[in-house]
């Protein structure tokens, strides 16, 4: 349990949804129909406007670079628990709030619909199980971990703060924007070095990579890692940073990008019969429990 942070930093939002909520509202689905953006809008209020520009305060202001090393040497340990998946499912589950009326899909859903549109599609089984599993990560949450450390967009640490992230003001506040070391356009890394060498603001995302890092093809892992990075994915923000190589990946980002944000469909697939398929499907790939 973090206990320098009052409860109102820990939860800023409502439910972590909220921020993915806000996610869909920046980049809409090219795809929707007039008509249901209109609905989405109506239901987006300004309460959940301020909880959201709250959320992303505190992230922007904490998120440092040594916040992020503390947080790896706590995590990557992954002496906190020891699970299936199906339990870490579960487990993610327990984070449904009934407190947020839109909330009617709970994680397991949102897995699962995701998964369920990639499998439509006719993609190999492992983009199937990178469907499935992606935000187990948020299990971080029920670890006591604040929202803004579990989901939110997410960024290089260690150099300038690209104006294209959302929210960029909310920066000034961060200490690193005060650090010679970090604040140049490069920072501690070199021009075009490549993502692995490059650290990323901590949450779900680095922390289910780190996870899954023996068991899974890169492909899958570089959606893993960096599906949270929209400053990256959608604007293009540090191209500066990218290899080649990241390039080639972030192919495979963008395509799982609108699984992940546009798959929520009205009748939700029936997650009992389809726990069979998804029990062999994680048997191919992963251990019977895994370390968290
Ligand atoms: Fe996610
Ligand atoms: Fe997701």
């Not at 499998?119 to 299990?139: N, S, Y």
């Not at 990008?257 to 009748?267: A, F, G, I, R």
Request: with cysteine; aromatic share 16%.
């Amino acid at each position: 349990m973090n206990t320098q942070f009052n409860e109102k930093e820990i939860s800023p939002l409502a439910s972590i949804e909220e921020w993915e909520d806000d996610v869909l509202q920046r980049y809409p689905d090219p795809e929707a129909t007039d008509k249901s953006k209109e609905e989405y809008r109506n239901y987006t209020d300004s309460e959940r406007v301020d909880t959201v520009r709250e959320f992303y305060r505190l992230n922007h202001t904490y998120q440092t670079y040594d916040f992020v090393v503390e947080k790896e040497r706590e995590f990557l340990a992954f002496n906190k628990r020891e699970m299936s998946i199906w339990d870490a499912v579960d487990f993610l589950n327990t984070l449904v709030d009934d407190s947020d009326p839109d909330t009617s899909l709970d994680q397991l859903q949102h897995l699962m619909q995701t998964s369920e549109a990639i499998r439509a599609d006719g993609h190999p089984d492992w983009f199937v199980l990178t469907g499935f599993l992606h935000d187990l990560g948020k299990v971080l949450c029920l670890f006591g971990e604040p929202q803004w450390a579990v989901v939110g967009d997410t960024f290089p640490v260690g150099c300038k703060h690209s104006d294209k992230i959302v929210y960029p003001e909310f920066f000034e506040a961060n200490p690193d924007s005060q650090d010679e070391r970090y604040n140049t356009k490069y920072g501690v890394y070199e021009p075009n070095c490549g993502l692995k060498n490059v650290k990323m603001s901590w949450g779900h995302d680095e922390y289910l990579y780190q996870i899954m890092k023996p068991y899974l093809p890169e492909e899958a892992l570089y959606m893993i890692r960096y599906h949270s990075f929209y400053s990256q994915h959608r604007e293009n923000a540090y191209d500066h940073l990218m290899s080649e190589h990241d390039h080639k990946m972030f192919e495979w980002v963008n395509k799982f990008n609108p699984y992940d944000l546009y798959s929520k469909v009205p009748v939700p697939p029936d997650a009992k019969a389809l726990r069979p398929y998804y029990e062999e499907l994680v048997a191919k790939y992963l251990p019977a429990t895994i370390r968290f």
